[in-house]
């Protein structure tokens, strides 16, 4: 029901500290997957996508690591600051190749402390 | 450049209104989505139109319509709200229909009394 949306996984890091954020997706047929950031009263912000046939993918401070065995995404955040703070979903393209259609993680939120 | 532009931001309705929302596309994107979001909850998939076509819908009633005009922009639509309509809507573009490369634009918080 709706009060089991309300509890999201919470993360509480120290400034400095690495960060990883874990999600587990639903359709094995899943082709693609974004880890977007969204801060309060703002929409979802692109951080990093992989596709289904990477394991691994790097950006700025950000890891996205696919494990399609287990239907496991994680998010790792090197060096995390305090502007890292805010609510993370995984989503994964369950519309194919027909359309686009992104389904959504619950969302973890995190807190950097300086 | 602008992002994707949503209007209203912010909205109160009563029960049994009607309510439209619009968003505009980043230049050059064919692709609009639209998104519910609950409090406390991941977006969940409304529509998507690309080329102003519908190309897919979600688990979504009938009150539920919308559509893309030449210019790519897009209106949703709401009739006989409900309580549980009270949600941030958000719209997303896209070059392509594909689902990759969505960028979203900070929604509408609509709120139904």
């Known amino acids: 029901g709706e009060s089991v949306g309300l509890h999201l996984p919470t993360l509480s890091v120290q400034e400095g500290d690495n960060s990883i954020i874990n999600c587990a997706y639903s359709?094995?047929?899943?082709?693609?997957f974004i880890w977007y950031k969204q801060e309060s009263g703002k929409g979802p912000q692109f951080i990093i996508d992989?596709?289904?046939?990477?394991d691994k993918r790097q950006g700025q401070r950000v890891t996205v690591l696919l494990n399609k065995t287990v239907k496991h995404l994680s998010l790792q955040i090197a060096a995390t600051q305090p502007g890292d703070s805010a609510v993370y979903f995984c989503?994964?393209?369950?519309?194919?190749?027909?359309?686009?259609?992104?389904?959504f993680g619950q969302g973890t939120i995190l807190t950097v402390h300086p | 450049d602008a992002g994707v532009t949503q209007s209203p931001t912010h909205l109160i309705k009563t029960r049994g209104q009607h309510v439209t929302l619009r968003c505009s596309p980043i230049?050059?994107?064919?692709?609009v989505s639209w998104y519910q979001q609950v409090l406390g909850q991941g977006p969940q998939f409304i529509f998507q139109?690309?080329?102003?076509?519908?190309?897919g819908r979600g688990n979504f009633p009938d009150r539920f319509s919308a559509r893309q005009f030449p210019n790519y922009s897009s209106e949703l639509n709401v009739n006989a709200l409900l309580l549980g309509d009270s949600a941030l809507y958000l719209c997303?573009?896209?070059?392509?229909?594909?689902?990759?490369?969505?960028?979203f634009g900070s929604g509408t918080r609509l709120t139904v009394v």
């Open positions: 997303a573009s896209s070059l392509e229909g594909q689902g990759v490369g969505y960028t």
């Open positions: 359709n094995s047929a899943s082709d693609y």
């Open positions: 992989i596709r289904s046939n990477m």
């Open positions: 989503a994964e393209n369950t519309g194919g190749t027909s359309y686009g259609k992104l389904t």
């Open positions: 230049s050059g994107h064919k692709s």
């Open positions: 139109y690309y080329e102003k076509e519908e190309r």
